[in-house]
């Protein structure tokens, strides 16, 4: 059980266009869904927390206007990453908790190219 | 200061040996230990999961956690290749707080 999948796993996109990724718990209610982004051998940084029908909360330095999250339902949240530059090009993972477990569970990831 | 500190590695070592892989972290408040490993390109996966002080075993790999130190390992004995990859220490405090993650050590078990 505890599976999260990201959708999708790797987007290619020109400069200035909007990319949306999703991340679903597929056998479980997703109390809180995390955002993290990687950069090449470098470790996640959490860009956002989202719990199910509230606002996310962003850390500092991440632009809430530019990375757009939305956690619809307990098994739905989605970053949409608009007017994207080729410096937001890296690797986002969403994770997922639940109330019982204090455990967050990791989706494969979605790479994001922007040209 | 980073409130969890990982050395970045790269570690190599022969196949067959007993890795070491170190974290230290400096908030008091975390209760919960995770280490996650994670191959080239993917999610992390949950390796071990401790809370509090003490030892957890599962296989070849041990995870020690030493509050009084703020010191976090894991040991994987009889590498194997399919080791290779790095691996990432997580601290949090519960309640559906955040983790915070070390940098990550790559590791490389070589044949």
């Known amino acids: 059980g505890a599976v999260v999948s990201q959708h999708p796993s790797w987007v290619i996109c020109k400069s200035g266009t909007s990319v949306k990724i999703e991340c679903r718990s597929l056998?479980?209610?997703?109390?809180?869904m995390f955002w993290y982004r990687q950069f090449p051998k470098q470790s996640l940084m959490l860009m956002a927390t989202?719990?199910?029908?509230?606002?996310?909360?962003?850390e500092q330095g991440v632009e809430k206007d530019k990375f757009l999250i939305n956690h619809a339902s307990l098994t739905l949240s989605t970053l949409t990453v608009t007017s994207a530059h080729p410096e937001d090009s890296s690797f986002y993972i969403c994770?997922?908790?639940?109330?019982?477990?204090?455990?967050?569970?990791f989706g494969p990831g979605t790479r994001l190219t922007v040209l | 200061q980073k409130e969890v500190e990982q050395d970045p590695g790269p570690l190599s070592v022969p196949e067959g040996a007993i890795v070491s892989l170190n974290c230290t972290y400096s908030?008091?408040?975390?209760?919960?230990f995770m280490w996650y490993r994670q191959y080239s390109r993917k999610g992390p996966e949950l390796l071990m999961y401790?809370?509090?002080?003490g030892n957890k075993e599962d296989g070849r790999f041990t995870a020690q956690v030493d509050k009084s130190s703020k010191y976090i390992s894991l040991f994987i004995r009889d590498s194997q290749p399919s080791d290779s990859a790095t691996y990432l220490c997580?601290?949090?405090?519960?309640?559906?707080?955040?983790?915070?993650f070390g940098t990550g050590t790559q590791l490389k078990v070589e044949l």
């Open positions: 989202s719990n199910e029908g509230s606002k996310a909360t962003y």
């Open positions: 056998d479980f209610q997703a109390t809180t």
């Open positions: 401790t809370y509090s002080s």
């Open positions: 994770s997922a908790s639940r109330t019982d477990v204090n455990e967050q569970f």
């Open positions: 997580a601290s949090y405090t519960g309640g559906g707080n955040k983790l915070t």
């Open positions: 908030n008091s408040a975390f209760q919960y």
